[in-house]
Nanobody, 116 residues
């Protein structure tokens, strides 16, 4: 199985930046895609950014040009750099990993709040 631990959330003013980290452990070799979802109060969970099989990336239209997903394979860690944050980015952010062996794994979630 794969375990995911997120960090880096917090409170930031509009226009500010945060970087989220997601460290993976366990059956790392079974992961074929990985990224971030978010869920705002009263809304469905939505894909924010992710690495597809083969390494290409995809982003939600609402974050294109502001958020960047990256990874450090040596550290088994995926990052989400979030710039020009808006109040509508407020949500719990979840790291996910899709694996060949055990389906999807999820982190515990990290809260991001954008407010003045």
């Amino acid at each position: 199985q794969v375990q995911l631990v997120e960090s880096g959330g917090g409170l930031v003013q509009p226009g500010g930046s945060l970087r989220l980290s997601c460290a993976a452990s366990g059956s790392i070799g079974s992961i074929y895609s990985m990224g971030w979802y978010r869920q705002a109060p009263g809304k469905q969970r939505e894909l924010v950014a992710g690495f597809r099989t083969g390494g290409s990336t995809n982003y939600a239209d609402s974050v294109k040009g502001r958020f960047t997903i990256s990874r450090d394979n040596a550290k088994n860690t995926v990052y989400l750099q979030m710039n020009s944050l808006k109040p509508e980015d407020t949500a719990v952010y979840y790291c996910y990993a899709n694996t060949h062996l055990s389906g999807s794994a999820w982190g515990q979630g990290t809260q991001v709040a954008v407010s003045s």
